[in-house]
């Protein structure tokens, strides 16, 4: 199986600021990598895929970039909804696998 | 408006069995990848199984769950079905079902659907 690992596992960070996740692939999975928020209580939502693609009507200040095993996601200014858990997850080949997950908190 | 419902969920005892739904609106089951995924309490997404667009049905499991869950469809009722057989307390969670569309992620959820094993 595809293991996972993004980094830090927890990231504190203010309105305004801009925040990376990384996430590491055990073996190359190209770009067939996507990206999901999940809020408490909620459904995650897709906000990238094939690495670097823009889900519709996810803001423009989200973005996504790598491929291989090394990839990261990108927020530009914070916004107060963007606090939440990221998760990536690979569906190069199965079974398909997440990684641990991403809290931005509020510094 | 796309949609997916997931029904069914509840507390068993370990052994048990449970048959969780999926009804989808919008969309063809049929013609759809269409996922289970899971969260445990506090944890983090697992993927469960995919039943594949197409006639044949084609479908892939996780491994924790492989020979004991098995995902269906039914066609005219526009339906998906998780069947949850032996169940384990660490089976005990959030159950989505999700859409991908080709060459992409996991689009659509469904709101998620409780299943607690517990003795």
């Known amino acids: 199986d595809i293991q996972l690992t993004q980094s830090p596992s927890t990231l504190s960070a203010s309105v305004g600021d801009t925040v990376s996740i990384a996430c590491r692939a055990s073996?190359?999975?190209?770009?067939?990598l996507a990206w999901y928020q999940q809020k408490p209580g909620k459904a995650p939502k897709l906000l990238m895929y094939?690495?670097?693609s823009l889900e519709a009507e996810v803001p423009l200040r989200f973005s996504g970039s790598g491929s291989g095993t090394e990839f990261s996601l990108t927020v530009s200014s914070l916004q107060a909804e963007d606090f939440a858990t990221y998760y990536c997850?690979?569906?190069?080949?199965?079974?398909?696998?997440f990684g641990q997950g991403t809290k931005v908190e509020i510094k | 408006e796309v949609q997916l419902v997931e029904s069914g969920g509840g507390l068993v005892q370990p052994g048990e069995s449970l048959r969780l739904s999926c009804s989808a609106s919008?969309?063809?089951?049929?013609?759809?990848?269409v996922n289970w995924v899971r969260q445990a309490p506090g944890k983090g997404l697992e993927w469960v199984a995919i039943?594949?667009?197409?006639?044949?049905?084609?479908?892939d499991y996780g491994e924790s769950v492989k020979g004991r869950f098995t995902v269906s469809r039914d066609i005219p009722k526009n339906t998906l079905y998780l069947q949850l057989n032996r169940l384990r307390t660490d089976d005990t969670g959030v159950y989505y079902c999700?859409?991908?569309?080709?060459?992409?992620?996991?689009?659509?959820w469904g709101q998620g659907i409780t299943v607690t094993v517990s003795s």
């Open positions: 039943l594949h667009a197409g006639s044949n049905g084609y479908t």
């Open positions: 999700a859409r991908r569309v080709p060459f992409s992620g996991m689009d659509v």
């Open positions: 073996h190359s999975i190209g770009n067939w």
């Open positions: 094939k690495a670097s």
């Open positions: 919008g969309f063809t089951v049929a013609n759809s990848n």
């Open positions: 997850q690979q569906y190069n080949s199965y079974p398909w696998t």
